[in-house]
Each structure stands twice: as C-alpha cells, then as structure tokens.
C-alpha cells in the first residue's frame, strides 16, 4: 500500500547511544518531515525538507541530524541520545505549495532513551 | 506567541450530540491553509478536513465541518452526531509560507471524549 513507512516502531536506548529511524515514502512527495509528539505539546517540527538535498531545521532540531539524498526516504538520526529524547516520533510527507493536499503519517516511533 | 492555538486541552459530549472543537490562529499570510487531524488511542494521524485561507465557503467532510471565520482567524472544527468512533485527540495545523516553503504549525490538541 501506497503510504509512509516509519521503522522500528519501537525502541529503547541507552544514554550516549546513536540511531537512525528510517522514514519511506513511495508517493513522490516534495516535503517530507519529523516531528516528536509529547504529552500536552502537540506535535512539535524536528527538521524537514522539500525535496532531495534540501533540508532545514524546525521548531526543535538539536541533538538529531537528517539528510535527504533521495526523494523517497528521510532518515533521521540521533547523535547521542538524552532522557529528554523519550518521545514518539512521526514522519510525515506531502506535495509542496499552496494546495489542499493533506499530509500523509508514518505509524509512528515511539523512542525511550534510558 | 503560539501560531495555533487549542484552548480546550479536555472535551466531553454525549453521543448523538454535535461537538465544536475550537482553534485560533496568528499568521500575516494572506495565502494559508487550514487542517485538522485525528488521532484515536493507536496512535495514527487521521487527515480529517482542510480549508484554504481563500475558499469562501466552510469545508465539509460527512459529518465534519470547519467553521472558518477569517476577520476573527478561527477554524473551529464541527463534528455532527457523535459517534463513540469519535473518541480522540484532534489536532488544528495550519499551513503557511516559510523560507520559500509552506510549513505546518499544529496546536497541542484537543481530546474529545464520547459518551454513551
């Protein structure tokens, strides 16, 4: 099925540790972007880009790093993960402009850093 | 100052009965748009409705609809008949340019809770 695909769906790490959480999408989306979700905030913007070798920061960019060398994947990773890190993370893609087009979600990562 | 902003962290309504969801937004864009999303307890992010800062008339979507008062910058989403299925939070977003690029901003959201 045409969509977004978010890996691992789960994930526990240790403090210092590094990861990288994959996000694919096959449906030629411009923009594609993170957000981390955590109780009472919304969903908050990570980084994100509107298409291959574009990226820019959001609202929350420290301690992760992304790239964007292909139209349809978006890795995010994270450098050394910290408690403050635990969250669930979405990846989320659309086409760019000013149009009604809505976004589409990957399932969501839900991240604990310990 | 937040761009969009959901005041109601908690709503309760009984189900049959319609539901307003409020959302106020800041932008100085004059080209914008408007979203609301679903999110039940397993966590996907449903796409409900979008309204265009230019369209005249307010968006509808079966039984959701946004009631869009621009002079007064609110998108209050309108559920119709609840229905238990509606248990959830809901997300207000809004679209605007940014850099070049139009971004969206989403509120801390609203949960609704139906009861029977």
């Known amino acids: 099925n045409a969509g977004v695909t978010q890996t691992p769906k789960f994930q526990v790490l240790k403090t210092g540790q590094s990861m990288t959480l994959q996000c694919a999408q096959d449906?030629?989306?411009?923009?594609m972007s993170w957000y981390r979700q955590d109780p009472g905030m919304g969903l908050r913007l990570i980084h994100y880009s509107v298409g291959a070798g574009i990226t820019d920061q959001g609202e929350v960019p420290n301690g992760y790093n992304v790239s964007r060398s292909t139209t349809e994947d978006f890795p995010l990773r994270l450098l050394s993960a910290a408690p403050s890190q635990t969250s669930v993370y979405f990846c989320a893609s659309s086409h760019t402009g000013p149009s009604n087009y809505g976004y589409t979600f990957g399932s969501g990562t839900r991240l604990t850093v310990v | 100052a937040q761009k969009i902003t959901q005041t109601q962290p908690g709503m309760f309504v009984q189900e049959k009965e319609a539901v307003t969801l409020d959302c106020t937004y800041d932008t100085s864009d004059q080209s914008y748009g408007l979203f609301w999303y679903k999110q039940p307890s397993s966590g996907e992010m449903i796409f409900l409705i979008y309204q265009g800062s230019y369209d005249e008339q307010n968006a509808t979507e079966g039984r959701y609809s946004l009631n869009f008062q621009k002079a007064r910058k609110s998108a209050n989403l309108v559920i119709s008949a609840s229905q238990l299925g509606d248990s959830a939070m809901y997300f207000c977003?809004?679209?605007?340019?940014?850099?070049?690029?139009?971004?969206?901003?989403f509120g801390r959201g609203t949960s609704l809770i139906v009861h029977p």
């Open positions: 977003a809004m679209r605007e340019l940014s850099g070049g690029s139009y971004i969206p901003t």
């Open positions: 449906m030629n989306h411009e923009y």
